[in-house]
Nanobody, 116 residues
Framework: QVQLVESGGGLVQPGGSLRLSCAAS????????MGWYRQAPGMQRELVAL???????NYADSVKGRFTISRDNAKNTVSLQMNSLKPEDTAVYYC??????????WGQGTQVTVSS
């Protein structure tokens, strides 16, 4: 049973920073990709950042240069450092893990609110 548990969301002012973490209940070597998606009210879930097992990464254009994804294989975690946050970054952020068979696993989500 794969479980993904997110932490680190909260309320931050525009221009501030937050760090999200996702802990997996199994070794993350099982997943060829791990990353983060987000969903704002009334919007579709969208990709934020992905980290592939080979080391490459993929970012949404809207977060490039501001967000950084990282994996810690020893701790079975994936993290998202978010800097220079904007109100439009407000959303529920979901951790995602994708197996080689293209099975997707999701965390329960963590709220990020950027507001003054």
């Amino acid at each position: 049973q794969v479980q993904l548990v997110e932490s680190g969301g909260g309320l931050v002012q525009p221009g501030g920073s937050l760090r999200l973490s996702c802990a997996a209940s199994v070794t993350i070597f099982r997943f060829y990709a791990m990353g983060w998606y987000r969903q704002a009210p009334g919007m579709q879930r969208e990709l934020v950042a992905l980290s592939y097992i080979g080391g490459s990464t993929n970012y949404a254009d809207s977060v490039k240069g501001r967000f950084t994804i990282s994996r810690d294989n020893a701790k079975n975690t994936v993290s998202l450092q978010m800097n220079s946050l904007k109100p439009e970054d407000t959303a529920v952020y979901y951790c995602n893990a994708r197996s080689s068979g293209n099975t997707n696993f999701w965390g329960q989500g963590t709220q990020v609110t950027v507001s003054s």
